[in-house]
């Protein structure tokens, strides 16, 4: 039998970086906004021997990838022998948006192995406690600071209090008309990817970052729309110094079309949320805002 596991992407507008000593404490606070494409994860647990992982049909054969590192942290916690005796775990991941671009797929593919795993093995985990091991995997990687805790939230989601699901807080704005998110578009045009490691492990980056998203959030809190979250997002991508000139001009671009646009954070992205699924940015993604989270299929 298998499981299937939807994980929204996730786009950070604006953050500000938490350290502590207990990786399930560390993280971020912020704002981002989840769509509808993202990572769907099957996990399949058959006769065999050791782990096979593919992503979009390709196998993934760096055992350094946020999904082995994701198992690998399981098999610390549970004695997986006793669960796998002559068994394979194998992992699908299909993934909707590119990797490394600012869509939180790290994250979406280790809460689909963890999730699905937790399921398929009946481990004794809730919903958050193997969520809260996909963002212990993200935090050891560098890949990622909030985007676990986003995705199982979904929506345009205010990360409110740094760390795991269960122990970091969440919020969401009410969307305008059926409060489904339906009513509005996410468009993104990605022109690359950015390391994200080595902009959250850079002292410089984390010092522009800290100072300039750290009011960022109690203003949105003060005025909960999606064009404050916009206006901040651009804000924080300009004083940052993160944007540079090529997605600066699709961000110009999409401004003129949208309720307002900006950078995605961390990725060499353009994104913009509007009340149109049209634009002129040909190659563009065009989405809808995913008010659910990630979830069982």
Known sequence: MK??????????????????SNPLKKGSKGAGVAIDHGVTTHVEIKDGNG??????????????????????LIKKEFKLSEYLKDKEININHELQVPVGAGF?????????????????????????????????????????LGDVIAEVCGGITLRVKEGA?????????????NGSGEDLFVISKTLGEIETSSIIGD???KAKINQT???????????????????????????TSLMDPEV????????DETMGASMAMLGKTAFAISKSP??????????????CGCRFL
């Not at 499981?3 to 953050?15: E, K, L, R, V, Y």
């Not at 689909?112 to 963002?135: D, E, Q, V, Y």
């Open 278 to 291: 049209d634009t002129s940015v040909e190659g563009a993604i065009v989405s809808k805002i995913d008010t």
């Open 51 to 72: 782990v096979s992982v593919k992503i979009n049909g390709k196998y993934d054969v760096r055992n350094t990838s946020i999904t082995y590192k994701t198992i690998d």
């Open 203 to 205: 002292p410089g980056y």
């Open 104 to 144: 939180g797929t790290s994250a979406g593919c280790a809460l689909g192995a963890s999730l699905g795993i937790s399921k398929r093995l009946g481990l004794p985990l809730t919903f958050n406690n193997a969520a809260a091991i996909a963002h212990l995997a993200e935090i050891k990687m560098q890949s990622g």
């Open 165 to 177: 699901p269960g122990v970091g807080a969440v919020d969401k704005l009410i969307l305008n008309g």
């Open 213 to 239: 998203g750290r009011d960022l959030l109690s203003k949105l809190l003060e005025n909960p729309d999606p064009q404050m979250f916009m206006k901040l997002s651009r804000k924080f991508s300009e004083e």
């Open 248 to 255: 600066l001009e699709l961000v110009q671009v999409l401004e």
């Open 3 to 20: 499981s299937s596991i939807f994980a929204p992407a996730h786009i950070t507008g604006f953050f500000e970086i938490l350290h502590n």
